[in-house]
């Protein structure tokens, strides 16, 4: 079955493209008054909001969510940890940085969650980042380093964590031992109520050689971006590397869309957004790649450049033709969210995965 997930927002939501307008979650301006308004002081939170996002991701059918790592927005651990007490089914990726502590720290962290929740966490691990973030975090680490030590970080996750139950606790650990460039470990691994669980599945993205071999020998998946050329040939790569190490590592996309009953009407929503944003008198459709392609995503607040445009049966047939590429696993966005979730669950989502996501004939007529 095909994987649809959703991107969390990180920096608020709305209806409008300008980011002073996304005043939904705590950010932006201030909200539009209302005729009748509750004066008692803290009814609803910045969370509330996204903590809505995140039910409507689940309640719409999608398999979970990722909560990106985002330097000047909300924290990923947290949105993730709380994403994963308020829904019951939803698998909750957590993206972040090598630099966020030592994989021992991070694993345990990982351990409690999967308890928590039932084994219901992945991590996206975030090798490449902005040079100017690295300084503000006090990262040194540059350049092709950054994949050894994202190597040496998973590697010793994996180590110190046993998915078998370990019985015993306090500090002594299983045995693993690790001596690194970057990182060290004398007799470790988890016991008692932090083994018997199961590992995060690890998602990696990037387009370059050591993005794409280091997903190859820790990776389980890989989300790649949409480029002008496509992703077939890096698919391709991506397999041919992961076969060599007798590894099966899936192909994903990240995917913001823009889908509707009609094809005008989908693209009369991008043209009303692009100009909020622009008004030099060019019209979205100067991005527009053909077969609904559309390179003005960033230009809307998106991370992702390129995206889909359509109506849901041109977009269902794009997201069917990725599939046949191999990918099966899709990261969609779309703003704002908790109405565009609604959308692609009702209207999407069957189109795409017909087997996956209908009832079959004796189940819908029993």
């Known amino acids: ?5 959703w991107r969390l927002p990180s920096q608020g939501d709305g209806r409008h493209a300008s980011p002073g307008s996304r005043n939904r979650g705590g950010f932006g301006g201030p ?3 209302t005729v009748a308004t509750d004066v008692r002081p803290g009814n609803f939170g910045p969370f509330d909001d996204l903590a809505q996002v995140v ?22 651990w947290i949105v993730g940890g709380g994403a994963l007490r308020d ?9 972040f940085h090598p630099s966020f502590g030592t994989p021992v720290y991070a694993a345990k962290v990982s351990a409690t969650l999967q308890r928590l929740s039932g084994g219901r966490l992945s991590w996206r691990l975030r090798v490449e980042t902005d040079e100017a973030d690295a300084r503000a975090r006090g990262d040194r680490v540059t350049g092709v380093d950054r994949y050894t030590r994202a190597a040496e970080f998973l590697t010793v996750a994996r180590g110190v964590w046993n998915e078998t139950p370990v019985a015993g606790a306090g500090f002594n650990g299983t045995g693993f031992e690790f001596d690194g460039e970057y990182f060290d470990v004398i007799d470790g691994g988890f016991r008692g109520i932090l083994s018997g669980l199961p590992f995060p599945t690890v998602y990696l993205s990037g ?3 050591q993005a794409l071999e280091l997903s190859a020998r820790h990776g389980d998946v890989h989300l790649f971006t949409e480029t002008v050329d496509g992703i077939a040939a890096s698919v391709r790569d991506l397999r041919s590397r992961s076969r060599a190490l007798g590894r099966t590592v899936r192909a994903g996309l990240e995917l913001p869309i823009i889908a509707r009953e009609t094809e005008e009407e989908a693209w009369a929503r991008a043209e009303r957004q692009w100009h909020e944003v622009h008004d030099d008198g060019v019209g979205a459709r100067s991005l527009d790649l053909g077969g609904g392609r559309w390179a003005g995503f960033t230009e809307l607040g998106y991370d992702q450049p390129i995206g889909l445009v359509g109506s849901y049966e041109q977009v269902a047939q794009r997201l069917s033709e990725y599939v046949d590429a191999g990918v099966d696993s899709f990261v969609l966005d779309g703003s704002p969210h908790i109405e565009e979730l609604h959308r692609t669950g009702e209207h999407l989502l069957h189109l795409v995965d017909p087997a996956g996501r209908t009832l079959a004939g004796q189940e819908a007529t029993a």
């Open 1 to 5: 079955m095909t994987e649809f997930l």
């Open 87 to 95: 829904t019951r089914h939803s698998r909750v990726i957590v993206e």
């Open 207 to 209: 387009d370059s050689e």
């Open 55 to 76: 039910l409507a991701a689940e309640l719409s059918g999608l398999d979970g969510v990722l909560a990106p790592y985002d330097p000047l927005g909300e924290e990923s």
């Open 31 to 33: 909200q539009v008054p």
